[in-house]
T-cell receptor, first 112, second 117 residues
């Protein structure tokens, strides 16, 4: 079956620190990979995506590279800000059904 | 104005009561989804609909039913609510005819927090 595993949270960092949130997946077929972000009290928003191996998705200073050989899609940011505090979800979809399979989410808190 | 709206935003109810959660969208998308979010479990798919006449069960459909009243409206019902249905519920939409950039992107509503006592 299809599944996504994210690093356990919560994660607490100081402002300007380097961020990595690990994500690995298993999939039948060739998935598209996503990172969604959920700010407090809001729904999920797409942060970035990649649809084929070695693609790099990027947005708002965040990056993730689709690594087929390691079945991974780790989220990184070089210098986090307090406004990056949120819950981050890694997700995949396979085929044309557009059904998303989510990881468990990682809560990130950035302290000033 | 929000593209995907959910009502109510918060609801407290008692075991055995019938509850309906509503979702409306102005994005013109044909596909709609209902998820529930539980701490430590991420989001899990309850039901999804590819158009008004096409409704499909997701990963955790037991205890839930849905109705697609129009392309823009998708309701989730709990016929007899139980405490373990306490969760945050999200509606989402996507466009099957989207471009290669937007294809597979889902747009989420703000969520409904449901508590079953």
């Amino acid at each position: 079956g299809n599944s996504v595993t994210q690093m356990e949270g919560p994660v607490t960092l100081s402002e300007e620190a380097f961020l990595t949130i690990n994500c690995t997946y298993t999939a039948t077929g060739y998935p598209s990979l996503f990172w969604y972000v959920q700010y407090p009290g809001e729904g999920l928003q797409l942060l970035l995506k990649a649809t084929k191996a070695d693609d790099k998705g990027s947005n708002k200073g965040f990056e993730a590279t689709y690594r087929k050989e390691t079945t991974s899609f780790h989220l990184e940011k070089g210098s986090v800000q307090v406004s990056d505090s949120a819950v981050y979800f890694c997700a995949l979809s396979v085929g044309g059904a557009q059904k998303l399979v989510f990881g468990q989410g990682t809560r990130l808190t950035i302290n000033p | 104005d929000a593209d995907v709206t959910q009502t109510p935003r918060n609801r407290i109810t008692k075991t055995g009561k019938r509850i309906m959660l509503e979702c409306s969208q102005t994005k013109g998308h044909d596909r709609m989804y209902w998820y529930r979010q539980d701490p430590g479990l991420g989001l899990r798919l309850i039901y999804y609909s590819f158009d008004v006449k096409d409704i499909n069960k997701g990963e955790i459909s037991d205890g839930y039913s849905v109705s697609r009243q129009a392309q823009a409206k998708f309701s989730l019902s709990l016929e007899s609510a139980i405490p373990n249905q306490t969760a945050l519920y999200f509606c989402a939409t996507s466009d099957s005819a989207g471009t290669s950039v937007s294809y597979n992107e889902q747009f989420f509503g703000p969520g409904t927090r449901l508590t079953v006592l």
